[in-house]
C-alpha cells in the first residue's frame, strides 16, 4: 500500500510538473535518455535496465530488474536564439536582427516508474515521464513572422503500463501501452494567418486554410494512445541484447490550431526503433551501446517542407507546410564504474545528427532543436537504509545552424517573407536527481 500511495501522489507531481511548462529536448525534441540513470550513461538503455525507468525504453527489461521504485526531476536549461540577415520585406522594412528565444530558461522534467517482479516468469510495471517537448518564447515579434512576441509550447507526459513475459531462460518479451497527453501553444504567428492584424492597417493574404486557427489561441490538449514491443535476452555470462519498436502515438487534434499544423491541427507522436547491447566487461565496469532510430518526417505537421507546400497548399491541408524535419538515428555510449561497494560512477556520450535542413530555418526559429552531441555524467550512491541517490548531469554542445534559401522571397504585401536567411542556434545543460530503491 505504501507505493501504490507514493505512486499516486508521485503521479499527480508529475502532472503538475510538466503543465508548468517544458523545453527542447535534444535528439530533435525526445529526450536523450529515459530514466535518470539512463541519462548518466548517455541514453543508453534498450539491454540495460537500471531502474523502474526501464520499462518506458524497452518493457522486456523489467524481466531483468526486480521490484523497484523510483522517482526523479530534471532540471532542463536550454539557450536557443536564432538571426535574420539580408531580409526586405518592401516599404523600406526589414527583419534583420538578432533574437532571444530564452523568455523562459528553466524547466522541470519529472519521472516516476514502479517494476514489480510479479511471478517468475512475468514482471509488470509503469512509467511516467515526459517523452518530448518543446519551447520557445521570444522577447520581441518576429517581423516575417508576425507582430506579436512568437514562440511555441508544446509539452507531451507519457504513462506507460508494461508487462514483461519470459519465453525461455534469459530470455524476454515485453508489452507496452503508450497513453500520452500534450498541450500545445502558439504565438506571434501572424503572417501565415490569412488575415494579420498590425497598428495601422489589415492584409489579407492565401496562407492559411483556416485563419482563424492559426496563432494566439491560448494552450489546447489532446490525448492518445500508442503500443511499444520489446525483446532483451542474455546471449552470455557478459553480454545482454535488446530490440524495441514504439509505435506511432495517435493523438486528438489541436483544433484551435488546425490552420497552422497539417492535417488539421495533427501532431502524433512518431515511431520509433531502438537496438542495443550491454557488455559486463569486468566485475566493476559495464559499457553499453545504443542505436535508436526516430521518424519525424512521419508525421506531416512536423516533416512537411516549408517549400514549396506553402505555394502548393494552405496550411492546416494534408500537404500543408510544416517544420520540415528529417528523420534523426541517434547513438548512445555508457559506461559504469563500481568505484566503491555503495559508489557507482556513470559517463556516457549521445550522438544524434539535427533534424532540421537548412532549407527550412524560417520556421524552425519557433524550434531550434538542432543540437547533435551531448556529454553526460553522473553517480548513483547507495544509503545505510538500502535507499538509492543518483545524479545526472547533461551538456549539450552550442550547435549553430545557417539557412540557404530559407526565407521566401517577395514583399508581404504579395504574400512573400522578404527573403533573406535565418540562422538557429541551441546549447543547453540538465541536471538531475532520482531517488530509488528495490523491495
Known amino acids: 500500500m505504501r507505493i501504490a500511495s507514493i505512486a499516486r501522489l508521485g503521479m499527480a507531481a508529475a502532472l503538475i510538473a510538466v503543465m508548468c511548462g517544458a523545453v527542447f529536448a535534444t535528439n530533435g525534441y525526445f529526450p536523450h535518455g529515459v530514466g535518470m540513470r539512463a541519462k548518466a550513461v548517455g541514453g543508453a538503455g534498450v539491454a540495460w535496465p537500471q531502474d523502474a525507468m526501464a520499462g518506458a525504453t524497452n518493457p522486456a527489461a523489467a524481466g531483468f530488474l526486480g521490484n523497484h521504485f523510483d522517482a526523479g526531476l530534471d532540471i532542463f536549461r536550454p539557450s536557443r536564439g536564432s538571426e535574420i540577415g539580408g531580409n526586405d520585406m518592401g516599404e523600406d522594412e526589414s527583419a534583420d ?251 556516457g556520450f549521445n550522438y544524434g545528427k539535427q533534424p532540421v535542413p537548412e532549407s527550412e530555418t524560417m520556421l524552425n526559429m519557433l524550434s531550434p532543436g538542432v543540437v547533435e552531441s551531448h556529454l553526460t555524467l553522473g553517480a548513483t550512491i547507495r544509503t545505510c537504509s538500502g535507499i538509492e541517490v543518483t545524479l545526472a548531469y547533461m551538456h549539450a554542445f552550442q550547435t549553430s545552424f545557417d539557412g540557404s534559401g530559407s526565407i521566401p522571397e517577395g514583399d508581404m504585401e504579395d504574400g512573400g517573407f522578404g527573403g533573406g536567411e535565418s540562422s538557429i542556434n541551441m546549447s543547453a545543460n540538465s541536471f538531475g536527481i532520482a531517488v530509488g530503491w528495490g523491495f
Open 97 to 347: 536582427g538578432m533574437y532571444d528565444a530564452n523568455g523562459k530558461s528553466n524547466f522541470w522534467i519529472p519521472e516516476i516508474g514502479y517494476s514489480n517482479q510479479y511471478r517468475d516468469h512475468l514482471a509488470v510495471g509503469f512509467a511516467l515521464f515526459s517523452p518530448g517537448w518543446m519551447n520557445t518564447k521570444y522577447a520581441t515579434p518576429i517581423p516575417v513572422l508576425g507582430v506579436t512576441n512568437a514562440g511555441v509550447d508544446l509539452m507531451q507526459l507519457s504513462l506507460v503500463p508494461y508487462v514483461s513475459y519470459r519465453v525461455k531462460e534469459n530470455h524476454w518479451l515485453g508489452f507496452g501501452l503508450n497513453l500520452a497527453w500534450q498541450t500545445f501553444e502558439a504565438t506571434g504567428l501572424e503572417n501565415l494567418a490569412d488575415t494579420v492584424w498590425t497598428s495601422d492597417t489589415t492584409y489579407v493574404g492565401v496562407h492559411s486554410s483556416d485563419p482563424m486557427s492559426v496563432t494566439n489561441n491560448s494552450h489546447e490538449s489532446s490525448m492518445g494512445m500508442g503500443l511499444s514491443i520489446g525483446y532483451m535476452g542474455r546471449v552470455h555470462e557478459m553480454v545482454d541484447v535488446g530490440a524495441v519498436y514504439h509505435s506511432r502515438t495517435y493523438m486528438g487534434r489541436f483544433k484551435k490550431y488546425a490552420g497552422l499544423l497539417a492535417e488539421m491541427g495533427d501532431f502524433d507522436m512518431p515511431p520509433s526503433i531502438a537496438g542495443g547491447v550491454t557488455v559486463r566487461a569486468t566485475e566493476k565496469a559495464t559499457l553499453a551501446f545504443d542505436v535508436q532510430h526516430i521518424w519525424y518526417s512521419d508525421i506531416k505537421s512536423v516533416g512537411n517542407p516549408l517549400l514549396p507546400n506553402l505555394e502548393e497548399a494552405q496550411l492546416g491541408e494534408d500537404g500543408g507546410a510544416g517544420f520540415g524535419w528529417e528523420d534523426v538515428t541517434a547513438f548512445k555510449f555508457g559506461l559504469a564504474y563500481d568505484a566503491t561497494e555503495k559508489m557507482k560512477l556513470l559517463g
